[in-house]
């Protein structure tokens, strides 16, 4: 998938899940794609350096560590944008874990 392509389906399911999560607030449509945008931008900076310090917790974790990973690129996505936030760190790492498997469907 291209990377707008990503950027698009990221703006729907985080308005499909704004919708159905309590915990998951957006103001608008637009605000959900500049948050898709900024996540998908720290995805391709800072996820990789994240990865590589937390390589032994991850590897003794079997590797569900990198869900805590993508809960956190979730959680400085709502750090940086205004009107996309989140009640708490799980429901970020909710939230990670859905895009995670629908990202993985739609590749």
Same mark, same amino acid.
């Given at each position: ?16 899940l ?16 500049? $948050?898709? $945008? ?47 936030g989140?009640?708490?760190f799980?429901?970020?790492l909710?939230?990670?874990?859905i895009?995670?498997?629908?990202? $993985?469907?739609?590749?």
């Open positions: 998938m291209k990377w707008w392509q990503r950027i698009l389906a990221n703006t729907i399911i985080f308005l499909a704004a919708g159905f999560l309590n915990g998951f607030m957006i103001e608008t449509w637009q605000t959900a794609l500049i $948050a898709a $945008a900024v996540f998908s931008l720290l995805n391709i900076i800072v996820k990789p350096i994240l990865v590589i310090l937390s390589l032994p917790i991850t590897i003794m974790t079997l590797g569900l560590f990198y869900f805590i990973i993508n809960g956190i690129m979730l959680w400085m996505t709502a750090a940086l944008v205004g009107g996309f989140f009640s708490s799980w429901m970020a909710l939230v990670a874990l895009v995670s498997a629908l990202n $993985a469907y739609l590749e």
